[in-house]
């Protein structure tokens, strides 16, 4: 499982400041600073953190255009969400908020992870789906 906070503690270089945000969950500079939004839930902020991060992995200083963005969101899913993981809990999780909780993601997370699924894992997927109604 990744971890978010983990990979921080590897880069002294990033601070995090908490403090209220208006309109968004989290933001960088792209550099070294991270605001996340003291209100946040520990799942949100391990989802908020591991988005951000790669923002500043990509060298995002300002707003991103929306391919952009949805990249960071699709790569924090993959990272947050290994498909081994996905494909365990999906056979037995009744719905969607459980099966984000036993993942420890948001909702949101998890519909990017599921979203944009490769083909491979698509067919994975649909085969663990067809294995469960056999």
Known sequence: MFHPWRELRKKP???VNWTEL?????I??????IWLDSRLLQVERRCVLAHEMIHIERGHTECQKTAAEIGVRVEAARRLIAMEDLLRCKQWARS???LADELWVTPEVLAD???YLTVAESAELDSTDEDASA
């Not at 208006?22 to 989290?26: D, H, I, K, P, R």
């Not at 960088?28 to 600073?33: L, P």
């Open 28 to 33: 960088t500079d792209g550099h070294s600073t």
């Open 96 to 98: 969607v908020w459980e």
């Open 113 to 115: 992870r599921i979203g």
């Open 22 to 26: 208006n309109y968004t969950n989290g």
């Open 13 to 15: 270089e990033i601070t």
